[in-house]
């Protein structure tokens, strides 16, 4: 698996990751990752950073929705489809947190491309206009 579609993977599995945990918080995400990483085949690399990943967005959770919130004009977070604002809540923290790793032009690209596959049509703009705000 080359880095690119490792780190896809990765941000796949911490997005389901954080989907679930969404209704089901009794779940210890550490425990979703290592399920998905498994079910995937995924070598430690790619499982560890998707567990960076979901760490990260539950551990700065607050500090990444008032983020989102502060650049989503008109949209509430609850209004968000839970999809879009999973995929908001994983780039934000790649944005503010892992800048020195990844940069904001693959963070953004990469988001935008997960909300084609995994959320309506609509979304990739949407997720590409808020994340485009964050990182000015």
Same mark, same amino acid.
């Given at each position: *698996?080359?880095?690119?579609?490792? =780190? =896809?993977? +990765?941000?796949? *599995? +911490?997005?389901?990751?954080?989907?679930?945990?969404?209704?089901?918080?009794?779940?210890?995400?550490?425990?979703?990752?290592?399920?998905? $990483?498994?079910?995937?085949?995924?070598?430690?690399?790619?499982?560890?950073?998707?567990?960076?990943?979901? $760490?990260?967005?539950?551990?700065?959770?607050?500090?990444?929705?008032? !983020?989102?919130?502060?650049?989503?004009?008109?949209?509430?977070?609850? =209004? *968000?489809? !839970?999809?879009?604002?999973?995929?908001? =809540? !994983?780039?934000?923290?790649?944005?503010?947190?892992?800048?020195?790793?990844?940069?904001?032009?693959?963070? /953004?690209?990469? $988001?935008?491309? /997960?909300?084609?596959?995994?959320?309506? $049509?609509?979304?990739?703009?949407?997720?590409?206009? /808020?994340?485009?705000? /964050?990182?000015?």
């Amino acid at each position: *698996m080359t880095p690119h579609n490792s =780190r =896809r993977k +990765a941000r796949e *599995m +911490a997005l389901q990751a954080l989907f679930q945990h969404n209704f089901h918080s009794d779940l210890d995400p550490k425990e979703s990752v290592s399920y998905l $990483a498994e079910k995937v085949g995924a070598d430690s690399e790619t499982h560890g950073f998707a567990h960076t990943l979901v $760490a990260g967005v539950l551990e700065h959770k607050d500090e990444i929705d008032q !983020l989102i919130q502060s650049k989503a004009q008109h949209w509430s977070l609850e =209004r *968000m489809a !839970l999809v879009d604002l999973c995929l908001l =809540r !994983l780039a934000a923290f790649e944005l503010t947190h892992l800048q020195e790793e990844i940069p904001p032009k693959v963070a /953004i690209n990469e $988001a935008v491309e /997960i909300a084609k596959e995994y959320s309506n $049509a609509d979304s990739s703009a949407f997720v590409n206009g /808020i994340l485009d705000q /964050i990182k000015k």
